[in-house]
C-alpha cells in the first residue's frame, strides 16, 4: 500500500470513527433499504412492462417450512439441443446465455436460438437471459442422464425462475397434477431478465403474482 492510500485510508477511517454510532447504522439501514426498494422495482418493472411468453413446466415438489409450499421448475427450454437451434454452438457451465424463443403452435414458446450476446429479435420472437449449468452430451431424463447422440449436443440452462412459491399445503397438489396441464407465463424485460407473472393450470389462471 502507497503512502498517499494509507494516509487516504487513515483520513477516512478517521471520518467514519466521528460519525456517531446511531447515524452510522442509520445510514447502512438507508443504504440496505435503498438496494432492496431497486431491487423490488426492477421486478416490478418487468413484470408490469416485460413481454409476456408462456412456457411449458415440469414441476418437482420439495418444501421449505420457512415459508410454507413452493414447487422446482424445470422448462422445456431448461435443456436446448444446439443442432436444433440457430445461433452460438460453443458453451461451457458458467456462460452467460441468452436464447431466442418463439410461440409454437399451440402458443407456449420454443428455443429457436441461443447467442453468448443478445441478439437483435423482432415479431413475436423474446430474447431471454440464462446462464449455462452444464454443456456436453449428455441430457437429462427421468432415470438420470442419456446419451443424446454422437453428432449433437446440448445445454442445461437456468434463468432465475426455476422456483415457485405457492400456498401453504398446495405444492404438493400441483406437483402430482398432469404436467401437461401446468403452464407458466413469464415477464420478460428488455435486458431478458425473466420473472414469473402467472402459474395456469389447462389454460386457466391458478396463481398471480403481485407486483409487490
Known amino acids: 500500500m502507497t503512502a498517499v492510500a494509507i494516509a487516504r485510508h487513515l483520513s477516512l477511517d478517521g471520518v467514519a470513527r466521528r460519525i456517531p454510532a446511531t447515524l452510522r447504522f442509520a445510514l ?13 422495482g426492477q421486478r416490478a418493472l418487468i413484470l408490469r412492462d416485460g ?16 415459508r410454507g409450499d413452493y414447487v422446482v421448475l424445470t422448462y422445456d ?19 452467460d446465455v441468452h436464447v431466442t424463443l418463439r410461440p409454437g403452435a399451440d402458443g407456449r414458446a420454443v428455443a429457436v436460438a441461443v447467442h453468448r450476446t443478445a441478439p437483435a429479435v423482432g415479431g413475436a420472437d423474446v430474447v431471454m437471459r ?13 432415470g438420470g442422464r442419456a446419451d443424446c447422440a ?28 398432469e404436467k401437461s396441464r401446468l403452464e407458466i407465463v413469464a415477464a420478460v424485460g428488455r435486458s431478458g431478465e425473466a420473472a414469473i407473472k402467472r402459474l395456469l393450470l389447462d389454460g386457466e389462471m391458478l396463481y398471480a403474482e403481485p407486483l409487490y
Not at 447502512?28 to 423490488?40: E, K, Q, Y
Not at 413481454?51 to 420457512?66: A, H, N
Open 150 to 177: 454422437d453428432t449433437c449436443s446440448l445445454i442445461g440452462v437456468a434463468y432465475g425462475i426455476e422456483s415457485y412459491f405457492v400456498p401453504e399445503g398446495q405444492g404438493r397438489a400441483i406437483e402430482t397434477t
Open 77 to 95: 427450454i431448461s435443456e436446448i439441443r444446439l443442432d436444433r437451434v440457430a445461433g452460438d454452438k460453443e458453451f461451457a457451465g458458467g456462460d
Open 28 to 40: 447502512c439501514f438507508l443504504v440496505l433499504a435503498g438496494l432492496l426498494a431497486t431491487m423490488i
Open 51 to 66: 413481454r409476456e411468453v408462456r412456457l411449458t413446466i415440469v414441476p418437482v415438489d420439495p418444501r421449505d417450512l420457512f
Open 130 to 142: 440464462g446462464r449455462v449449468l452444464y454443456a456436453g452430451r449428455y441430457g437429462r431424463t427421468a
